[in-house]
Each structure stands twice: as structure tokens, then as C-alpha cells.
């Protein structure tokens, strides 16, 4: 259930069934901040608002993305809870899910989440997402996200340490 609070702007209720939360909404942002960061994953603590020129939110985007993740134990062991904007390199995506990838030397796989897409020509998206230990992500790794559709294809990615 989607609502719409302004134009642009939308809130998205989460229910945490699982260990995994994701929630997305539709990216409204100009073809200028897409193409400043086309192809890449921007992580912060919350959603960054709009600034009022695309300098502006670009700039914005910039100063709140995360190259760390500090997470909070819970229970059986650490939890990471993020946002995400995803400026894709390629729209018409049917399915999309982020792989974390081990930074280490072997690049294993280490867990899967799925991302709803509202719309398949969306060029960006944005959302929260909770991942925890159980899952397979480990404290204090490096992980590569990728951003990959329906057909294989990475199209996003950004790196970050879970700490």
C-alpha cells in the first residue's frame, strides 16, 4: 500500500514477517541527479529530500551516502537497517534483487534480497532495507552490493563494510 504524501514523495508502510524488510518507492528525480549517478547505489541513514535545484540534490546525495554500515545487535546477532537509492544503468527490469558479495579474495556470495519494482521504467528507485547475521552477511566485512535484474545483469552497485 502505497500514499502518496506530495508530489514526488511517497510512504511506504513495512511489516516485518521475516528477518528481511525491503520497502521501495518510485524515485522521482530529474534525468540530471540520475545521470550523476547512473549505474551506482546510494546508501544512507534515511531518505535524503529533493534539494531545490539538482546541484543541490546531487550535493545532498553525496554528503549522506555511507561507506560504512553500523548495525544493532538483536537477539542471535547483529542487524543492519539502511536506505537505498538505486540509479540504474538499465530500466524494464521484471525482477531485481541485491547480492552482497564477500569483498574478501573468494567474492562468495553471502545472502540475497529481493527489491520490488513499482514500475519497470522507473531509472531510479529508492527504499529501506534491514539484513541481518543470519542471513549471512558477517560484522566488520566489506561487501560488494549488486543490484541485479531479472536477466543477470548488475545494474547498480556500490560497496560498504557492515559493522
Known sequence: ????????????????????????????LSDAVVAAFRGKIVLTRAAVPEGATDKETIAK??????TE????????GQEWRFHYT?????????????RYISGEKDGRLAAESPIP??????????GELS????????????YLLQLVNDKGE????????FK
Request: hydrophobic share 55%.
Open 1 to 28: 500500500m502505497l500514499r502518496r504524501l506530495a508530489p514526488g514523495r511517497l510512504v511506504v508502510p513495512v511489516v516485518a514477517a521475516g528477518l528481511l524488510i525491503a520497502a521501495v518507492a518510485r524515485a522521482e
Open 86 to 98: 538505486a540509479f540504474l544503468k538499465k530500466t524494464g527490469n521484471l525482477a531485481l534483487k541485491v
Open 117 to 126: 519494482i513499482p514500475d519497470v521504467d522507473d531509472a531510479a528507485l529508492t
Open 131 to 142: 539484513i541481518n547475521e543470519r542471513q549471512g552477511l558477517e560484522r566488520g566485512k566489506a
Open 154 to 161: 548488475i545494474v547498480a552497485k556500490t560497496s560498504a563494510i
Open 69 to 76: 554500515l553500523v548495525g544493532s545487535s538483536k537477539g542471535e
Open 61 to 66: 546525495l553525496k554528503a549522506a551516502q555511507l
